[in-house]
């Protein structure tokens, strides 16, 4: 018998692209949302100066939770099929949207940075911010985080309805068996060796019962008792 490939190999090949890209996306988001996005410097004129560093869980707060919205989603694509997996793949784009807002803006300066950074500072009102400054790094990582979270929803959304529904009947071990033993007899009807079927196949076929060197299926076996009963 000639070994070949998994079936279920190529048919889960598509989904294993998106899967890498939303994981790196949450690494990313994660790696971010620990380092230091702004820094800022204030004094109140009663006590010495103070500096306050803001990470990216602070600057922007759902960073995290988006991080564990896409670690959901990959075993949301895992267990499901067709238009429920590419419905994650429009979710996991506006994942990728709303992430890339405040890294962009930081990025490109836009929007009060002092009043923000004193707000999330906490700081007193009778503090005046006197220095803010920005890391772009962690801004950077969220943004590819962003990228790469689109990236893997349009392979979602476009991802065909046939291969997602071959890949769910094959994960099926009760349907994988049913298809080894159909295949077996298009084989036998065929007139073509063992050796074109796949090990895989193979296997399946003989948990079903069915054996792949048999010439007919079982037909050999209950021609005796025809016949005997026609003697009678």
Not at 35 to 59: F, I, Q, Y
Not at 133 to 160: I, K
Request: proline letters at 7%; a neutral charge.
């Amino acid at each position: 018998m000639t070994a070949e490939p998994d079936r279920p190999a190529p048919r889960n090949a598509g989904v294993r692209l998106p899967l890498v890209l939303m994981a790196l996306a949450a690494a990313l988001m994660w790696g971010s949302s620990r380092m230091t996005w702004v820094t800022v410097s204030s004094s109140d004129g009663l006590t010495e100066p103070r500096t306050n560093e803001l990470n990216g869980g602070v600057w922007f707060g759902a960073l995290t939770p988006l991080a564990l919205v896409l670690l959901a989603g990959m075993a949301a694509v895992l267990a499901t099929r067709g238009w429920p997996r590419r419905l994650i793949g429009v979710l996991v784009g506006l994942v990728a949207a709303v992430t890339a807002v405040p890294s962009f803006a930081l990025l490109t300066g836009s929007g009060d940075l002092e009043k923000r950074a004193a707000a999330l500072a906490e700081l007193p009102a009778r503090a005046t911010v006197t220095a803010a400054s920005t890391a772009p790094l962690p801004s950077v990582l969220a943004l590819l985080a962003a990228l790469a979270a689109f990236g893997a929803s349009v392979l979602l959304a476009r991802m065909p309805r046939d291969t997602a529904q071959l890949s769910g009947k094959y994960d099926n071990p009760v349907a994988r068996r049913e298809a080894a033993t159909e295949e077996v007899s298009k084989q036998r009807t065929a007139d073509k060796p063992d050796g074109a079927l796949s090990e895989r196949v193979l296997w399946d076929a003989l948990d079903a019962g069915t054996d792949p060197t048999e010439d007919t299926p079982k037909a050999g076996a209950q021609a005796p008792d025809s016949a005997g009963g026609q003697a009678t």
